[in-house]
């Protein structure tokens, strides 16, 4: 074919064109790629997609979710939020590097790098577990629109929930309103009765005993149905022994010895330590260890209404120490009780009421592990918000299944893996073969 200056020419502006053409065509690809998000999950269960109940989460939560994750920089997080973002896009993620801004870190309650602070409004919660069942439900609790308030008792000397005193709750009441949570107190001298809208009531030890009259009140709450937190400390109940009677429970005498503290280097007898826990909604899946400093032990009386469990229970060479804490110490037969003891019980009963739902009490024979000297403590400031949180219905999680990977591994027969090794080693060569053939064409043409 002879070339003629103007079939040149054609050829030229057909290459422009062709070029031109070719970039309009990757500036529309990439013009899309902005304005459009499309992706596929091509693992065999779907793992890195975010499960229908979380969708739908995110669809009624109205507003912007900002999310801080104390590290340097981390490609699984961002991958692990895309995931969120994907479905709602005003989800921000930043880094703060803790080594770099550790007063920020303090500021925000981090314990270990990489720990997420999620906010939405004026609600704040961590989050260490980097799960789409930990996530979600997390987001979840922050989105709940329903004013809960968590009121404290006062006017008997308890701990207070504005106090700065060590053995004061100050520190516990400002998590609990990070969460969403309202914290108010009460005095019963000048209230006649407990507002419906309390969530649940907070009994923090107090030293000056209740009147009739307040313990009435007190009793007629619990005959409507409302929930109750009792901390309760060794010794004198002051005024409460109709309400702990009323609960179907008792205080043992004396205070907790645990003999295991020594091997965590405490020296102090009266610091008990829980390792272990029971299987209700407030301490499932909870593993960190909480210190109970000064605590007395629970009783259970037979024929109550309440269903009773115990979910925090002493080592069994633990004992209520029922003579003075003084010298060596030893189980005494016949007059200390042995273990192990009932640290903590979950009461439950069902009201005929409207509602129909679940009545909740907790009581703890010890307040001193959410004061401000003992929150910070192991796991004694997340255990005190598990309390709060089943208190105040937060336990209705989203039920999303683990996606474990199957598709990790590929197993191949003798002949399948023998034919893919020769294509490996054919291909190279019929390349080269092919490429010398029209390598001597061209020579030779």
Same mark, same amino acid.
């Given at each position: 074919m002879n070339v003629t200056k103007k079939t040149h020419w054609q050829y030229r502006l057909q290459n422009i064109l062709f070029t031109l053409l070719f970039l309009v065509f990757i500036a529309m690809l990439a013009w899309l790629g902005q304005r459009y998000n499309f992706s596929y999950d091509a693992t065999e269960n779907n793992r890195n997609t975010l499960s229908p109940a979380s969708i739908e989460l995110l669809k009624k939560i109205d507003g912007p979710v900002s999310i801080t994750s104390f590290v340097a920089q981390s490609e699984r997080i961002e991958k692990f939020i895309k995931r969120y973002q994907r479905y709602k896009n005003d989800i921000s993620l930043s880094f703060i590097d803790p080594d770099i801004e550790p007063q920020l870190a303090r500021e925000n309650g981090i314990r270990v790098k990489g720990e997420l602070v999620l906010r939405y409004g004026d609600r704040r919660e961590n989050l260490q577990v980097l799960t789409e069942q930990v996530m979600s439900n997390v987001l979840q609790r922050l989105a709940r629109s329903a004013e809960? %308030?968590?009121?404290?008792?006062?006017? #008997?000397?308890?701990?207070?929930?504005?106090?700065?005193?060590? #053995?004061?709750?100050?520190?516990? !009441?400002?998590?609990?309103?990070?969460?969403?949570?309202?914290?108010?107190?009460?005095?019963?001298?000048?209230?006649?009765?407990? $507002?419906?809208?309390?969530?649940?009531?907070?009994? !923090?030890? $107090?030293?000056? @005993?209740?009147?009739?009259?307040?313990?009435?009140?007190?009793?007629? %709450?619990?005959?409507?149905?409302?929930?109750?937190?009792?901390?309760?400390?060794?010794?004198?109940? #002051?005024?409460?022994?109709?309400?702990? /009677?009323?609960?179907?429970?008792?205080?043992?005498?004396?205070?907790?010895? @645990? $003999?295991?503290?020594?091997?965590?280097?405490?020296?102090?007898?009266?610091?008990?330590?829980?390792?272990? %826990?029971?299987?209700?909604?407030?301490?499932?899946?909870?593993?960190?260890?909480?210190?109970?400093?000064?605590?007395?032990?629970?009783?259970?009386?037979?024929?109550?209404?309440?269903? !009773? @469990?115990?979910?925090?229970?002493?080592?069994?060479?633990?004992?209520?120490?029922?003579?003075?804490?003084?010298? /060596?110490?030893?189980?005494?037969?016949?007059?200390?009780? $042995?273990?192990?003891?009932?640290?903590?019980?979950?009461?439950?009963?069902?009201?005929?009421?409207?509602?129909?739902?679940?009545?909740?009490?907790?009581?703890?024979?010890?307040?001193?592990?959410?004061s401000n000297q003992y929150l910070g403590n192991a796991g004694n400031q997340d255990l005190g918000l598990n309390l709060v949180n089943w208190l105040s219905r937060d336990d209705t999680f989203l039920d999303i299944p683990v996606k474990t990977p199957t598709d990790l591994s590929l197993e191949l027969s003798p002949s399948t893996a023998g034919f893919i090794g020769l294509i490996f080693i054919l291909l190279p060569i019929v390349l080269l073969v092919v490429g010398f053939l029209i390598w001597q064409r061209r020579r030779r043409s």
């Open positions: 809960r %308030y968590i009121v404290f008792l006062e006017g #008997h000397g308890e701990r207070s929930p504005r106090g700065q005193a060590n #053995h004061d709750l100050s520190d516990w !009441a400002t998590q609990l309103q990070a969460r969403g949570l309202n914290t108010q107190t009460i005095n019963l001298g000048a209230t006649q009765k407990i $507002p419906e809208n309390v969530a649940a009531l907070v009994i !923090a030890g $107090p030293q000056v @005993d209740l009147l009739p009259g307040e313990m009435s009140i007190i009793g007629n %709450y619990l005959a409507n149905g409302g929930n109750l937190l009792w901390l309760a400390e060794p010794g004198e109940l #002051h005024g409460l022994g109709a309400l702990a /009677e009323q609960l179907g429970i008792e205080f043992l005498p004396g205070m907790i010895v @645990d $003999p295991t503290t020594q091997r965590l280097g405490l020296d102090d007898p009266r610091i008990t330590v829980i390792a272990e %826990y029971g299987t209700q909604a407030v301490t499932n899946n909870f593993s960190n260890l909480t210190l109970f400093p000064q605590a007395s032990a629970i009783d259970l009386v037979e024929g109550s209404e309440w269903q !009773a @469990d115990p979910f925090l229970i002493t080592a069994a060479n633990s004992w209520s120490e029922t003579g003075p804490l003084k010298g /060596e110490l030893g189980l005494d037969a016949g007059e200390d009780i $042995p273990g192990p003891l009932n640290l903590g019980v979950i009461l439950t009963r069902n009201q005929s009421t409207d509602t129909q739902q679940e009545q909740r009490v907790i009581v703890v024979g010890d307040g001193d592990f959410l």
